[in-house]
Structures are given as C-alpha cells and as structure tokens.
C-alpha cells in the first residue's frame, strides 16, 4: 500500500458516514461529490490490486529461476520450511535419497535418521539451524536406500523461497564417505602426477645427456678405427 492512498483512504469513509448521517437526518446529501470519492477510491484499489499481482509474478518468476538452477547444482539439497517439513529436494538429493522430491514434500528431514538416536540429533540440529541462518551439523547417520550413511548437514535461510510470508532453508547434505572417495582419488592422481612428472624430468636429463653420449661413443670409434689401421 502507497503512502499517497493513505489519506484518501481516510478520507472518503469518513465522508460516506457523513453523507449516510446527512440522509438519515433529510439533511441534503452531496451525490455527486460522493460518487466522485467513490470513484477515487476504486481507481486506488485496482492500482494497488495490479501492483500487488505484478510483484506476486515477479516473486513467482524469481523462485522458479532459483529452482531451476538449484535443480542442477551436483549437490544434494534439501529446501524445508520453519518446521523442518521438507518442501522439495533437487536431483542430486533424489539420487542420494533414493525418493523422488513428491514422496519428500511435507516429510520432517529427522525422520531419516537411521534410528531414533540419531532422529533425535538430527531434530535437535535442525531446530538449532531454524533459529540462525546459517548452521552447520557434522556425523549424522542416514538410513538410505537399506544402506547406512554418514552426512554433513549445512543450513542456510533462504528468504527469497518465502511462500506465505514464511521463511525456507537450504539443507545440502555431504556424503562423508563421499568426500574421503574423492580425497583419495586426488590423492592417488596426484602421486601419478608427480611420477609422470618425474619421469618427464629423466627423460629430459638423457635427453639432455644424448649429444656428450654420442661425442664420446663417435669418439670411442675413431679410437678404435685408428687402432686397427
């Protein structure tokens, strides 16, 4: 609501109950500057009315853009609201849950912990990361797909996935099996990086060494051709 309609708003009851008392009491009532209020009034609520439908779409367009980028993003990721009910999750969480984003909306998160424990832990972090934004939350098991998994939990608000005037949160979940999977695989090419580059290093020192190998093996020849003259 624009400050500028504020005070018509005020205004134009005001005259209305005037006009209602004025014809009540036979007292003669100005019609014409009372439809002409009315009219006023109109025009402020349907400019009010298309400005608040322009900022809905414009909210509308803007989380659609952000749930289709989060939907490619190669990190599981879970949106839920201030209750921890999840309200959807992308691809890569799909894969890691072993549950399309349908079967997850409305479920609480703590509810795949892998025991009641542990559903307690994670109850117990997830309401500590709905009152801040941003939470971090290490050594959760997960019961996923029959399989017991250790994950990472960061928290971070998200306002502008507010639906309903109520604020949501990231949740990326961090495979730790995953991670130490991936260490281990840069380390491993990291040692065969420093063997190749080690290997490169004497290929280039015989390189190097070849024209002193040759002079001396040409002049080893021409020792043993005048020897034998």
């Known amino acids: 609501m624009t400050s500028s309609s504020r005070p018509s708003e005020q205004v134009w009851p005001t005259r209305v109950n005037s006009a209602l008392q004025d014809a009540a009491s036979d007292?003669?009532?100005?019609?014409?500057?009372?439809?002409?209020?009315?009219?006023?009034?109109q025009v402020e609520l349907e400019m009010q009315a298309q400005a608040l439908r322009a900022s809905e779409a414009r909210a509308q367009a803007e989380s659609l853009r952000l749930q289709h980028l989060l939907a490619e993003v190669p990190v599981a990721l879970v949106r839920i609201d201030g209750l921890g009910r999840t309200v959807a999750i992308?691809?890569?969480?799909?894969?890691?849950?072993?549950?399309?984003?349908?079967?997850?909306?409305?479920?609480?998160?703590?509810?795949?912990?892998a025991d009641q424990h542990e559903r307690s832990r994670l109850m117990h972090a997830i309401n500590q990361g709905l009152r801040s934004t941003r939470h971090l939350s290490r050594g959760h098991q997960f019961l996923l797909q029959g399989q017991l998994c250790t994950l990472d939990l960061h928290m971070s608000?998200?306002?502008?996935?507010?639906?309903?005037?109520?604020?949501?949160?990231?949740?990326?979940?961090?495979?730790?099996?995953?991670?130490?999977?991936?260490?281990?695989q840069q380390e491993q090419t990291l040692e065969e990086l420093k063997l190749s580059l080690a290997l490169n290093r004497d290929l280039a020192s015989v390189t190097d060494a070849m024209p002193d190998m040759v002079a001396v093996c040409t002049a080893d020849a021409d020792v043993d051709r005048k020897s034998h003259v």
């Open 27 to 41: 007292r003669p009532v100005d019609a014409q500057t009372l439809l002409e209020d009315l009219r006023i009034h």
């Open 157 to 184: 608000q998200v306002p502008g996935f507010s639906e309903g005037g109520q604020s949501e949160w990231l949740v990326s979940l961090v495979d730790q099996s995953e991670v130490v999977r991936q260490n281990a």
């Open 90 to 113: 992308n691809r890569a969480a799909e894969s890691l849950l072993g549950q399309p984003s349908t079967q997850m909306e409305g479920k609480p998160l703590h509810r795949l912990g």
